[in-house]
């Protein structure tokens, strides 16, 4: 068989970053390049994707992962040492095969696999799972272009390409950090090594942050070649493609479609925070009264660790209003008919997914990048509103109740409809044939294909 390259595709092992990176792989493998997700020893069994091949790494836990370490920095830490070894050693176990790895493409929070493939003397191309936007703030905050922490006096924060943010579109690192110190590390270290990298590979499309990719493309030379969403919600191009193909939790699709099925067209709300957020016992209990008093059916998916803080009474079995799972795939719940509004912490996954199956969305924004993500719900792309905190920080029943009658049944919410219909139809077009994703991705596997037919390795190997 003809060689056409192969790539080693590296994750960070959370699901919200296995799946983009797995869902590149499947667009790879589709356009003739072979694919191998090597993700850490405690994950490795929970991939089942065909044409990708699956080989362990270690991160120095493989019983347990992060909740083994118990600390970010303690983790990151053991993970470079380990992923670095056991890499290598993956590497270095197919040099003389059929397929020989010709690039490691990696997660932009595992720097040091570039330092690995050039010590193989082979290509790298960083990954980033963010918006382009959050690229574009803290690459300009690793580069000195914008000083931590921005206080509220300094807002709104006016940056090229980008719209005006105020103080809390900001990410929380930006405005704090010195709240999560181990995390605003990964977060910069992703541009530490940018310069010496291949490429920069971003899950967003130019239709949606053309204008901050390209005004940051200097420091970030990003080619946009998202939504990495399974195919079958999109193009359709990749057969079978109807789900990530990476679960770290079993679903219970089965029993919440036929929940579904019973519901009519666009009634019901569908509620899923992520597998990273943690509600307070306060927020959960203003959410669980503020789904209640809306009078909608909805559909929340509460992890079982969380479960015991929904507020006593609230969950009735002989009730049809809402359903509570533990986990579901939120595709096909997004994809669903009766789905009328998507609530949800604005993760760039989930926002994606919003967007790309045209559902529009209520944003409660918890931590990190989800803030900026939400300001781009409600007042960039207009495909729904971000519910209001209180000087508390916690949404109230009564904001939520009025986010959802807006989206649902209010005045804008047939204008925030087409919106949201307009989105899904652009980012199936981004990524079709021919579309800007399309090309991104084209491009990529023709120079990585070009160099894997002259043999070309770099440092003269």
Same mark, same amino acid.
């Given at each position: ?5 192969? #790539? ?27 694919? +191998?997700?090597?993700?850490? /020893?405690? @994950? ?40 670095? /070894? +056991? ?9 003389? +095969?059929?397929? !020989? ?31 382009? @936007? ?12 914008? @000083? ?7 807002? !709104? ?6 719209? !005006? ?19 605003? @590390? ?42 990495? #969403? ?6 359709? /191009? ?12 079993? !679903? ?38 503020? &789904? ?69 969305? #209520? ?8 803030? +900026? ?12 509103? /971000? ?21 649902? #049944? ?47 390795? &770099?440092?003269?190997?």
């Amino acid at each position: 068989m003809e060689y056409r390259g192969h #790539v080693v595709v590296v994750p960070y092992p959370s699901q919200g970053h296995i799946n983009p990176l797995l869902q590149f792989a499947k667009r790879l493998a589709s356009k003739g390049v072979k694919a +191998t997700l090597a993700t850490t /020893r405690y @994950t490795v069994n929970s991939i089942r994707a065909p044409n990708i091949g699956v080989e362990p790494i270690s991160d120095g836990f493989d019983e347990g992962g992060f909740a083994q370490a118990g600390k970010e920095d303690v983790y990151l830490k053991a993970f470079k040492a380990n992923g670095s /070894r +056991t890499l290598s050693q993956l590497i270095h176990k197919h040099q003389h +095969t059929t397929h !020989p790895i010709n690039c490691v493409l990696y997660d932009s929070f595992l720097p040091w696999a570039l330092d690995v493939a050039r010590e193989h003397g082979i290509h790298g191309a960083a990954f980033f799972t963010n918006s382009a @936007t959050v690229c574009a703030i803290f690459c300009r905050i690793h580069h000195g272009l914008l @000083t931590l922490p921005v206080k509220q006096e300094d807002t !709104p924060l006016l940056l090229p390409g980008l719209p !005006p943010l105020n103080f809390p579109d900001l990410p929380t690192f930006v405005k704090f950090p010195e709240s999560y110190p181990a995390y605003l @590390t990964m977060k910069l270290s992703q541009y530490s090594n940018l310069d010496k990298v291949d490429w920069v590979i971003g899950n967003s499309f130019e239709e949606l942050e053309g204008e901050a990719a390209k005004a940051i493309s200097e420091l970030w030379p990003g080619m946009l070649v998202g939504p990495m #969403v399974p195919s079958a919600y999109l193009d359709g /191009r990749i057969d079978g493609d109807k789900g990530y193909g990476a679960s770290l939790w079993k !679903p219970l699709s089965d029993k919440c479609i036929k929940w579904l099925e019973t519901k009519a067209p666009q009634s019901v709300v569908y509620v899923s925070f992520g597998s990273m957020v943690s509600l307070s016992a306060k927020q959960m209990e203003e959410i669980a009264w503020g &789904l209640k008093a809306s009078g909608q059916h909805f559909l929340w998916v509460v992890k079982e660790s969380e479960r015991s803080k929904l507020p006593e009474g609230f969950i009735d079995p002989a009730e049809e209003q809402g359903l509570i799972v533990t986990w579901c795939n939120q595709l096909e719940m997004l994809a669903h008919e009766a789905i009328g509004c998507f609530v949800s912490h604005c993760g760039w996954n989930s926002t994606l997914e919003g967007l790309s199956l045209g559902v529009p969305m #209520v944003g409660v924004p918890q931590w990190t990048d989800q803030h +900026t993500d939400a300001k781009f719900v409600e007042d960039i792309w207009e495909v729904g509103v /971000r519910a209001k905190e209180d000087e508390l920080g916690i949404v109230r029943r009564g904001e939520l109740l009025m986010c959802l009658k807006e989206v649902m #049944v209010g005045k804008r919410s047939e204008e925030i409809k087409r919106n949201a219909s307009k989105w899904r139809r652009l980012a199936k077009e981004a990524i079709s044939e021919g579309g800007s994703s399309d090309q991104c991705i084209n491009q990529f596997v023709e120079q990585l294909m070009s160099a894997a037919k002259k043999g070309e390795y &770099l440092n003269g190997q």
